[in-house]
């Protein structure tokens, strides 16, 4: 696996997919059966879709993987799709399924770090971060930093999860909200939540793909490197533990929020 240099760049793909270091040369193996790496295709059209994303927009796809949702969106929306992710061999995929598609036009995919792309002012009409967790910080932080290249009256969306019934945070989980309280962070800068898609059945047909096939995959990376049957089995380990929070304590969302207009200070 090829990395974009940046400090820290790996341990952000790791966190971000859920593995160790170690792992990341061999995620291309282990998801190789899955239809996408979120299973939120679907949620994210239908909700750009529902705002009114208008043909001929820019969307900018932070973290894009292998490029699924960003073709949907081109193909599906008439849109234009920048696509930035740390793994050059998922988006060395993602620009052979453009080819493939005859999108190239439509959608350009960069190895990048999307925390620098995101420092730098743009006018997107729309960004998205999906599946991602939390690694721009928290959700007031995550948000400002999206805000910085969305046009306003723009569209910001965020796959990210809230926590039931306010129980305790479990592990892995400990800077997550209720829902009320995640939704005032969310809005924090004075942007509306126009959409909202709460534990969609699809992400439970997505799950029940990922506990068929992974765990297979992981034996056999396993017996090509059995240096390696430590890591894979925690990481298989940590995909039953993510599913099973999702039917219980942690609530998977995707928001979609309308960014409003800076208002001069003193105005």
């Given at each position: 696996?090829t990395v974009?240099?940046?400090p820290g760049?790996?341990?952000?793909?790791a966190?971000?997919?859920?593995?160790?270091v170690c792992?990341?040369?061999?995620l291309?193996y282990?998801?190789?059966?899955?239809?996408s790496l979120?299973?939120?295709?679907?949620?994210v059209?239908?909700?750009l879709?529902e705002?009114?994303l208008h043909?001929?927009?820019t969307?900018l796809?932070?973290?894009?993987g292998?490029?699924?949702?960003a073709?949907?969106?081109a193909?599906?929306?008439?849109a234009?799709?920048?696509?930035?992710d740390?793994h050059a061999?998922?988006i060395a995929?993602?620009q052979?399924?453009?080819r493939?598609?005859?999108c190239e036009?439509q959608?350009?995919?960069v190895t990048?770090d999307?925390r620098?792309?995101?420092?730098?002012?743009?006018?997107?009409?729309?960004?998205?971060?999906?599946?991602?967790g939390?690694i721009?910080?928290?959700?007031?932080?995550?948000?400002g930093m999206?805000?910085?290249?969305?046009?306003a009256?723009g569209?910001?969306l965020?796959?990210d999860a809230?926590?039931?019934n306010?129980?305790?945070?479990?592990p892995h989980?400990?800077g997550?909200l209720p829902?009320?309280?995640m939704?005032?962070a969310?809005?924090?800068?004075g942007d509306?939540?126009?959409?909202?898609?709460?534990h969609?059945p699809a992400g439970?047909?997505?799950?029940?793909?990922v506990?068929?096939?992974?765990p297979?995959?992981?034996?056999e990376?396993a017996?090509?490197?059995?240096?390696?049957?430590p890591?894979l089995?925690?990481y298989v380990?940590?995909?039953h533990?993510e599913?099973?929070?999702?039917?219980?304590?942690?609530?998977?969302?995707?928001?979609?929020?309308?960014?409003?207009?800076?208002l001069?200070?003193?105005?």
């Open positions: 696996m974009a240099s940046a760049l790996e341990q952000e793909i966190y971000a997919m859920e593995a160790p792992l990341l040369p061999h291309p282990l998801l190789q059966d899955l239809p979120s299973g939120a295709e679907d949620e059209v239908s909700v879709r705002v009114g043909p001929g927009a969307v796809d932070l973290g894009c292998r490029g699924e949702i073709l949907r969106i193909q599906e929306l008439e234009t799709v920048t696509g930035i740390g061999d998922f995929q993602a052979q399924s453009a493939n598609a005859q036009a959608c350009r995919f990048g999307l620098t792309a995101l420092r730098v002012s743009q006018q997107y009409d729309a960004v998205m971060m999906i599946a991602l939390p721009l910080g928290d959700t007031v932080a995550t948000i999206l805000r910085n290249v969305v046009r009256g569209w910001m965020i796959d809230y926590i039931q306010d129980a305790p945070p479990p989980y400990e997550y829902r009320d309280a939704e005032r969310l809005a924090h800068f509306r939540i126009v959409a909202r898609r709460v969609n439970d047909a997505f799950n029940a793909q506990l068929s096939h992974v297979q995959r992981a034996r990376l017996a090509m490197h059995p240096m390696l049957k890591e089995d925690q380990h940590r995909q533990a599913v099973a929070l999702m039917q219980e304590a942690v609530v998977p969302v995707l928001w979609a929020l309308q960014k409003t207009p800076t001069p200070p003193g105005t």
